[in-house]
C-alpha cells in the first residue's frame, strides 16, 4: 500500500497560507500591494481588533470583471505575469497569484469589484476556501477586499497571534512602509472605527514627515544620484540624528521595501566614521533598477531580493551616501532653511533652534562656502572667548557659534591622519625623549608583531626593560599628546583583532584612537589667534560638522533664537 497520498485542495492552501499569512499584518500588505498594482490613486484600510476580526482594503483602481473574480480567488491565478520571461523582470508588487487564495482558505472573505465601463459592481464570497458564485453588488468603480476572523478554521494558528495592540502594531508599520513607497497615492487607516492616519497626496518629504515625524525630516538630507539604470534617492539622517534602535531605516528596492543585509551594510559602511558607538543611521531610501537585475521571487513574504551584480550596486549606494555625507570640494550641496523654534529646550522652557541644520549646510568645505559670509566675516566668525576651557565662543553674520574645541580639533586631526594614511604612512617625527610606557609580556609580544602596522600610523617602538616598552618616534600631528597611552590603546586594539597589518576595517577605529589622543583637551587656555586658526581649519575640513564619534562639533545660535530666549519684541 501507497504511504505517498495527494493532499486536499484546501490543505495545500492552509499549508501555503502558513508562508504568506502570518498574521493579520500580511493580509494587509497583500491586499496594499494588490490595490497598488491595480492603479488605486486612494486607498482605505479599516482594521478592528489589531486586523484579527477584520481587515478591509477599499481602493479606486481597475476594478475586476465578473468573470475574472473566481479566478482572482484560485491558487496561482494571476493577471502579472505569464511566463518564465515575464518572472525574471517583475515590475509589480505582486505576481505568485497566491495571496488572496491563501487569505481566503484561512479567512471569511468577501471581495466587491467594478470596472468603470461596468453597470454595477459585483461580489464574490469565501469561506475556508469554499467560493460561491459573484452576486450583483453596489459600489463605484475599484474594489473592496474584506478579511474577517483570521484563522476560524485554524484554531492552531490563532493561539499565536499576539494581543490586539501587538498585531495593530504590526498592521500599522505595514501601513508606514507602503505609504512611505507611495506618497502620490492617499491613505486612510481606521482602526477599531478611530481614524488613525489620513495622508493626501504630497511630495515625499511631506510623506515622510506625516509618517516618521517632523524631526526626521528636520535631521535629514536629500539624497539624489543615478548612473545608468541605477537611480538613489530620498532622505538620509545626518550623524545627529541616529537612533540607539534600527527602527527608522527604510530601504525600497522598485517601490518594494526589503531588508537587505548587502544594502544595509553599504549604508552602514557610508555612515562608519560619523556614528557614536552603536548608533544607526535613520534613512527613507529608495533604489532603481531595471527589474531584470533583480530577483524578488526569493522570499514568500517577497521582503528579501537577489541581485544580479550586488558588488557594483554596493558600491553604487556607498559612494552616494558617502558623497552625500561629505561633498568633495567644489560640489555644489544643498543648503538648508532653519525652521524655527524645534528641539533644544532651555531650563526656561523656551527653544532654541537645533543645530541639524546648521550641520547639513556644514558637511564640507564646499557647504560652508555657501553659508552666509561676508568679505569681513567668514562662516564660523571670529572667536570672542573661551568658557571654562571647553569651548569657543564666536560670532558670525547669523549671530552666536558654540564650538566644542576638542570634537572640532579631533575631526580635523582624523582627516589629516587619513590623508596621509591613504598616502602611503602616517608622518612621524622623532622624540627627544622617548615615551616610556608600562607593558606586560603580551603587550611586547604584540608590538614586536605588529611593528610594520605601527610604523605605517607613525609609531616607532622598541622594547626598553622586561616590563616596558619605549616609543621613539610618534606621528608629527601628535606633537604634545599623550604617546604612551596613544600606544596602549592602539595595542589593545591590535591584541583583539589579532592582525600584523592595520586591517582595512578598522582603520578608522584606530586612526580615530589616533585623533582623540592628539585633539586639543579640555581645560587648555587657546589665545584668540589659536582659536581662530580652530575655526579656519573647521571650515576646510570635510565632515567637520560632527567629531569621529557621530556628535556635534559646533552649534549656531542665530539672533532670533537669542532673541527669543530674552523675549525680545514680546
Known sequence: MTQIRVLADLLISQIAAGEVVERPASVLKELLENALDAGALEIQVTLDQGGAKRVQVDDNGTGLPKDDLPLALARHATSKIGSLDDLQGVATMGFRGEALASIASVSRLSMTSREAKAAHAWEIRSEGGSSSAPAPAARAPGTTVLAEDLYFNTPARKKFLRTEQTEFGHCDEVFRRIALARPDVGF?????????????????????????????????????????????????????????????????????????????????????????????????????????????????????????????????????????????????????ARPAASGLKMQQGLQLAQPVQAYQAFMSAAAIKALPATETSPPLGFALAQLHGVYILAQNEAGLVLVDMHAAHERIVMEKLKASLDAGAVARQSLLVPAVLAADALDIATAEENSAALEKLGLETSVSGPNQLAVRAAPALLAGGDIAGLTRDLLREMRAYGATQVPSARQNELLATMACHAAVRANRILSVTEMNALLREMEETERSGSCNHGRPTWYQLTMADLDRLFMRGQ
Not at 534617492?233 to 537612533?243: D, I, K
Not at 526569493?298 to 550596486?313: L, Y
Open 188 to 336: 486612510t487607516l481606521r482602526h477599531n472605527g478611530r481614524v488613525s492616519a489620513h495622508l493626501r497626496t504630497q511630495a515625499l518629504a511631506e510623506r515622510a514627515a506625516a509618517l516618521l515625524g517632523r524631526e526626521f525630516l528636520d535631521a535629514s538630507f536629500p539624497v539624489e544620484a543615478q548612473a545608468g539604470s541605477l537611480r538613489l534617492f530620498g532622505l538620509a539622517g545626518t550623524p545627529q540624528a541616529a537612533r540607539a534602535r534600527a527602527d527608522a531605516q527604510y530601504l525600497y528596492v522598485n517601490g518594494r521595501f526589503v531588508r537587505d543585509r548587502m544594502l544595509s551594510h553599504a549604508v552602514r559602511e557610508a555612515y562608519r566614521d560619523q556614528l557614536h558607538g552603536e548608533r544607526q543611521p535613520a534613512y527613507l531610501l529608495f533604489l532603481e533598477i531595471d527589474p531584470r537585475g533583480v530577483d524578488v521571487n526569493v522570499h514568500p513574504a517577497k521582503i528579501e531580493v537577489r541581485f544580479r551584480d550586488s558588488g557594483a550596486i554596493h558600491q553604487f549606494v556607498l559612494h552616494v551616501l558617502k558623497r552625500a555625507l561629505s561633498p568633495a570640494a567644489g560640489e555644489a550641496p544643498v543648503v538648508y
